[in-house]
């Protein structure tokens, strides 16, 4: 539904996207993640038919964003990253205002208002000024707007940033209502766990290049595969620690009194053989702890390109 070719920009001489390529199926829900400066805002802004490329390019819906822009922009519903205060306009006004600019005809608007009204839970606010809403409500009133001509695609720059808990919350089931009613979504955001339980995958973002992409169980996969453990000994805590430094499957060992710490990736039996040498040893081992790194530890590890 939307492919990326080797989409690259440069503004100036900084190169703020270098040589992206993405493909998103229809009906996806699809996380865009990276930190701030990862590229993200420049990526959906081309997408969104508002950026000439430096080079590459991408299609949605089969239409070309550089050479077919009015087809695109009826195929996509865009949420910037922004949006301006819209002083002395009711909720109802506000739509009203976006459905004639796609000329949706008067009647046909009527209707449409109060469907999306009412996907966003919106509804009883519909003749409230916009500018006396909640932070919460003006996001899901710019996704109500992004909706109006009823566009088969939904992108999503950063919609549930600034929000608290119970506000994202809400963002979140409203998307997976869209995705239960066909939609495909690009939706970005800074905080990796803030979109693992709403997207079916997921593109991770750094300084401009893809670090990882793929599914969220393989991308969850990849974390599980960083856990790391650690051991406490009651007796020779130093003598412990070098003999498990000394041993070729465990990584960056460091001791921090009677606790000693190492990466690993190996079976449950070498964790039980290990432990047991070290009885063997004399050393009394008396608490092991298994540490899954959480995906927000991943997702910093990957984003320092450890991971891929
Ligand atoms: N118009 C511009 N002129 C110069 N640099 C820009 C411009 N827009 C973005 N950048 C730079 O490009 C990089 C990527 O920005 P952006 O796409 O907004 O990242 P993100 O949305 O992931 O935070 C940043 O370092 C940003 O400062
Ligand atoms: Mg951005």
């Avoid at 549930?160 to 995705?179: F, M, N, Q, W, Y």
Wanted: aromatic share 8%; glycine share 8%.
């Amino acid at each position: 539904m939307i492919e990326i070719v080797d989409f690259a920009k440069t503004y100036g001489r900084f190169r703020a996207v270098r040589g992206l390529s993405l493909q998103i199926e229809r009906g996806e829900v699809y996380g865009f993640i990276g930190p701030n400066g990862a590229g993200k805002t420049t990526t959906i802004r081309f997408l969104a038919t508002l950026l000439e490329p430096t080079r590459g390019r991408a299609t949605i819906n089969g239409f070309d964003v550089v050479r077919e822009t009015n087809e695109v922009r009826r195929s996509i519903g865009f949420m910037p990253d922004s949006y301006g205060v819209y002083n002395g306009m009711r909720v109802w006004e506000f739509l009203d205002f976006f459905g004639l600019a796609y000329g949706i005809p008067r009647g046909r608007r009527q209707t449409l208002i109060d469907d999306v009204l009412s996907l966003v839970d919106l509804s009883e606010k519909r003749d409230d000024f916009v500018n006396a809403l909640s932070r919460g409500m003006k996001q899901r009133l710019c996704l109500a707007r992004t909706l109006i001509h009823d566009p088969p695609v939904l992108i999503l720059d950063e919609p549930a940033s600034g929000l608290d808990p119970r506000a994202r919350v809400e963002i979140k089931e409203i998307l997976r209502e869209l995705a239960s009613m066909g939609k495909t979504i690009l939706i970005s955001s800074h905080i990796l766990t803030e979109l693992a339980d709403t997207c079916s995958s997921v593109a991770i973002m750094e300084r401009g290049e893809l670090v990882a992409s793929g599914s969220i169980e393989k991308i969850l996969a990849q974390v599980a595969a960083n856990r790391t453990a650690s051991i406490r000994v009651l007796l020779e805590h130093e003598r412990a620690f070098r003999w498990l430094e000394a041993q070729h499957d465990l990584s960056e060992v460091t001791r921090e009194g009677d606790r000693i710490r190492f990466g690993f990736t190996g079976s449950d039996e070498r964790m039980a053989a290990l432990v047991s040498q070290l009885a063997q040893r004399g050393h009394q081992p008396v608490w092991i702890e298994e540490h899954k790194p959480s995906l927000e530890t991943a997702f910093l590890t990957m984003t320092k390109g450890k991971l891929q």
